[in-house]
């Protein structure tokens, strides 16, 4: 199956700082995406990136299809932007797989 | 978000208990998923159901049973559990296979 490798695995940041988020999949995929998981474990959608670049606020996202990879930039970062970050992948089958996750955390 | 809603949001069961949970979408969505996350694990696949049908097990064991009676409720059935299945439990559906996945809140599993 597809495999997904996200780096870093932790990132501590400032207030204010910016970051870039990686995730490297080892196929061609029909999906992807990225999420935010909060404390409570919701997984909130960021981005259905399978090629191309999209921007929603201060994130943004782009992904390489031709050279399978993605990253998640997070611009001006604020304390509420900690939890973890994944990255999914699927390819022809329904399945996602998800990456590792970043684990961020942004102090004050 | 309430696009997709999970019931209980925490759950602690004995091993020789019989518990379910429910999830159901109010997306208008055909594909239905069950995934795990366990403790220093990546999310895993269990089970996958379009229109209802089971498309694909993902080598779960048999004291898992889902249960997909429409397109908009899914159910995963326990029983016999083991500490190991100790876990977080989401549901997620799409508009079909290949879009883009959304999932509910969560059951956090404990088992005794």
């Known amino acids: 199956g597809i495999q997904v490798e996200q780096s870093p695995p932790d990132l501590i940041l400032q207030e204010g700082a910016n970051s870039t988020l990686r995730c490297n999949f080892s196929d061609s995929v029909n999906n992807l995406q990225w999420f935010h998981q909060n404390p409570w474990g919701q997984l909130i959608n960021l981005f259905y990136i399978p090629s191309g670049t999209k921007q929603n606020g201060r994130l943004s996202a782009t992904t390489v299809a031709t050279e399978r990879y993605s990253l998640l930039y997070i611009s001006s970062s604020q304390t509420t932007d900690s939890g973890v970050y994944f990255c999914a992948v699927a390819g022809t089958a329904s399945k996602l797989t998800f990456g590792t996750g970043t684990r961020l955390q942004v102090t004050l | 978000e309430t696009g997709v809603t999970q019931t209980p949001r925490h759950l602690v069961m004995g091993m020789t208990n019989k518990k379910s949970l429910k999830c159901e979408q109010h997306?208008?969505?055909?594909?239905m998923y069950w995934y795990k996350q366990s403790a220093k694990k990546p999310l895993e696949l269990m089970f996958v159901y379009s229109l209802e049908e089971r498309v694909e097990n993902n080598s779960v064991p048999s004291r898992f049973s889902p249960e997909c009676p429409n397109s908009s409720h899914l159910f995963l059935h326990l029983h016999t559990l083991q500490p190991e299945d100790s876990a977080l439990y989401l549901c997620?559906?799409?508009?079909?296979?290949?879009?883009?996945?959304?999932f509910g809140p969560g059951t956090r599993l404990t088992v005794t």
């Open positions: 997306l208008g969505h055909n594909a």
């Open positions: 997620a559906s799409s508009q079909d296979f290949g879009y883009e996945q959304y």
